[in-house]
């Protein structure tokens, strides 16, 4: 399994059913310490330019007169739309979207969910790895392994002894 990180973040208004997101609608690239505002026009949803926020933190501002769901999500080069990691369901109009941007990534091995849902709750297993995400050198490998006589699961990071 190939897993790609980089390190552009974007706000993202999704549409979700039966607990999985089905579609990425508008999106913006967002950095640490700025914020942007959604807002609904004729042409359909937009967020703004982001702009200036409170250092350490993402946020994202609904005006759009209307509950929304909003995600946190990456870019990866090649991707057409970003991919949703962290999911804030039915955000109210002039509610606002904050996170601490502080990027400790976790890998998990469960059965129970698709690439597609939407994790509503804590996840009932120990993670297998644990990295910060901006302690990665620019460009790495991660493969996963599973030993088939155990069943376990590990990552490793290539080029690290």
């Known amino acids: ?8 973040l974007a706000f993202s208004r999704v549409q979700a059913n039966d607990g999985n997101v089905v579609d990425t609608g508008t999106s913006v690239q967002i950095d640490d310490g700025k914020q942007t505002t959604l ?14 926020g ?3 933190y993402l946020e994202a501002i609904n005006e759009t007169g209307f509950v ?13 739309k970003p991919k ?15 996170a ?8 998990y091995i469960s059965s129970d969910h698709q690439e597609t849902s939407i994790l509503e709750g804590a996840i009932c297993t120990d993670s297998i790895w644990e990295q910060n995400l901006a302690q990665l050198p620019e460009s790495t490998t991660l493969t996963l392994s599973r030993e ?7 990552i490793t ?4 002894i």
């Not at 399994?1 to 552009?8: L, S």
């Not at 807002?39 to 200036?52: A, E, N």
């Not at 949703?84 to 904050?98: H, I, M, N």
């Open 54 to 56: 409170l250092p350490g």
């Open 84 to 98: 949703p990691v962290l999911y804030f369901k039915d955000v109210e109009d002039g509610g606002v979207v904050k």
């Open 68 to 80: 929304q769901d909003i995600t946190i999500s990456t870019m990866n080069p090649g991707d057409s």
């Open 100 to 107: 601490k941007f502080f990027p400790i990534l976790r890998a």
């Open 148 to 154: 088939p006589a155990t069943g376990h699961y590990t």
């Open 1 to 8: 399994m190939r897993v790609t990180y980089t390190n552009q």
């Open 39 to 52: 807002t609904q026009t004729d042409d359909g949803f937009k967020f703004s330019v982001p702009k200036d």
């Open 157 to 160: 990071q290539e080029g690290v």
